[in-house]
């Protein structure tokens, strides 16, 4: 149990570091040499936990999707328990993600997705499928919410609803460019308030 224990670990600080260093260099500029190094491992010990690059590169993008998805399934769950009207849940889970986003340590480190999807000629068809499926993910996400929303309310707006849930995808993605180049969460933050605020407007439904 130890042993696996120790195992897990390894993999998750390689995990870890690779994914600092990608985010700060880019993929292709990084090298499994560097990954070794800043882990503090042998390369027996990074080929014992992944097959080279291809299979490092797609163990990042579950974990990142998975850890993206267990944030939103966390705040969602405490909006939902704030009200039971599906658009003031909504706005809720935005305001909450919002909080959270600027109550972070530092500048957001950036966004893996959208690394990999600049990098895009770097990975196979499998690696692609996968980014492509994890933010068919988000988008179902807030549909779905969205779809609630608009069974209850009409929209003051002529949008598609697929095209207002990628909005959040967007904002999101846009802000963290931003907070990247200004070097503060600040920029985030805005986006996914003038996001939620839009959302405020779009329905006919006035809230405080």
Same mark, same amino acid.
Request: glycine share 6%.
């Given at each position: 149990?130890?042993?696996?224990?120790?195992?897990?670990?390894?993999?998750?600080?390689?995990?870890?570091?690779?994914?600092?260093?990608?985010?700060?260099?880019?993929?292709?500029?990084?090298?499994?040499?560097?990954?070794?190094?800043?882990?503090?491992?042998?390369?027996? @010990? /990074?080929? %014992?936990?992944?097959?080279?690059?291809?299979?490092?590169? #797609?163990? +990042? $993008?579950?974990?990142?999707?998975?850890?993206?998805?267990?944030?939103?399934?966390?705040?969602?769950?405490?909006?939902?328990?704030?009200?039971?009207?599906?658009?003031?849940?909504?706005?809720?889970?935005?305001?909450?993600?919002?909080?959270?986003?600027?109550?972070?340590?530092?500048?957001?480190?950036?966004?893996?997705?959208? @690394? /990999?999807? %600049?990098?895009?000629?770097?990975?196979?068809?499998?690696? #692609?499928? +996968? $980014?492509?499926?994890?933010?068919?993910?988000?988008?179902?996400?807030?549909?779905?919410?969205?779809?609630?929303?608009?069974?209850?309310?009409?929209?003051?707006?002529?949008?598609?609803?697929?095209?207002?849930?990628?909005?959040?995808?967007?904002?999101?993605?846009?802000?963290?460019?931003?907070?990247?180049?200004?070097?503060?969460?600040?920029?985030?933050?805005?986006?996914?308030?003038?996001?939620?605020?839009?959302?405020?407007?779009?329905?006919?439904?006035?809230?405080?």
């Amino acid at each position: 149990m130890a042993s696996n224990t120790k195992a897990v670990g390894t993999r998750e600080r390689i995990l870890g570091v690779a994914e600092s260093i990608i985010l700060n260099h880019g993929f292709s500029a990084t090298s499994i040499d560097d990954i070794i190094k800043n882990a503090a491992i042998t390369k027996g @010990g /990074f080929f %014992y936990h992944f097959n080279g690059k291809k299979d490092l590169a #797609r163990a +990042l $993008i579950e974990r990142y999707l998975e850890q993206d998805n267990r944030i939103f399934d966390e705040l969602f769950l405490l909006a939902d328990q704030s009200s039971d009207d599906p658009l003031q849940q909504l706005l809720a889970f935005l305001g909450l993600f919002a909080d959270m986003l600027e109550n972070l340590d530092e500048t957001h480190p950036g966004c893996l997705v959208a @690394g /990999f999807t %600049y990098e895009s000629q770097q990975f196979d068809e499998e690696i #692609r499928e +996968l $980014i492509k499926q994890g933010v068919l993910v988000w988008r179902k996400l807030i549909q779905i919410r969205l779809d609630k929303i608009a069974d209850k309310y009409p929209m003051n707006t002529d949008v598609s609803i697929i095209a207002l849930a990628d909005m959040f995808t967007s904002c999101v993605e846009g802000g963290i460019i931003l907070s990247r180049i200004f070097m503060s969460n600040n920029s985030l933050v805005q986006q996914v308030l003038l996001y939620r605020e839009f959302l405020r407007l779009a329905f006919a439904h006035k809230t405080p």
